[in-house]
């Protein structure tokens, strides 16, 4: 049992206890895909999880808290997955096109599995919720610093210009990225397919 997981009293679930919580988690993230966050209740995420409102408390505050665990969850799991889109792959010769088709292919395909929870991250970063602005930090901090390692082994051989700040490069670079995925629905409005989409970023 991961003892950094409690209950609101403080005690830690055992396994039905961790089921049950788990249960109500994937059930809220389903449902923030087709409803906000701000309009969802408690007993309309207990009742679609099958269980009730009081055992829905036991681990949870309110909604926003069980939000904010999802949201914990996405900044360290799926952190971990951007950053190996970039970390341990070859930025030479031949290879560096797949490299960088890899990197879109991952973001794209990312935001299309998370986008629910991450307009939600976004938002409530936007509106000044220090919480989730960290988290978001997080989520991208990984992919930015294994993005300025190959800018800075460029700057080194020469490959880019010498005045090129590598941790800049890093951090616009994954502020595009991000930014292009989530809005690739909307982007599809105006004719961009995702083909075109992926091979542009790359």
């Known amino acids: 049992v991961d003892g950094a997981l409690r209950a609101v009293d403080g005690r830690v679930p055992g396994r039905r206890g961790l089921a049950t919580r788990r249960r109500l988690l994937d059930t809220l993230a389903d449902m923030l895909a087709s409803t906000s966050y701000r309009d969802l209740k408690v007993v309309d995420v207990a009742r679609a999880a099958g269980t009730s409102p009081a055992t829905f408390y036991q681990y949870f505050p309110q909604v926003e808290a069980a939000v904010l665990a999802?949201?914990?969850e996405l900044a360290g799991e799926g952190g971990r997955e951007l950053r190996s889109l970039v970390e341990g792959h070859s930025w030479e010769g031949e290879e560096v096109?797949?490299?960088?088709?890899?990197?879109?292919?991952?973001?794209l395909s990312f935001w299309e599995r998370h986008g629910a929870l991450l307009s939600v991250i976004d938002l409530a970063a936007l509106d000044g919720d220090r919480r989730f602005r960290d988290l978001r930090t997080r989520l991208l901090n990984g992919v930015s610093e294994a993005s300025a390692t190959p800018v800075a082994e460029a700057r080194?051989?020469?490959r880019v210009p010498p005045d090129t700040e590598p941790r800049a490069v890093a951090v616009v670079l994954t502020s595009m990225l991000a930014h292009v995925a989530a809005h690739r629905s909307g982007l599809g409005d105006f004719g961009v397919t995702v083909d075109q989409l992926r091979s542009t970023m790359a």
Do not use: H, K, S, V
């Open 156 to 158: 080194a051989a020469g």
């Open 70 to 72: 999802l949201a914990e």
């Open 97 to 107: 096109a797949a490299t960088a088709t890899a990197i879109a292919d991952g973001f």
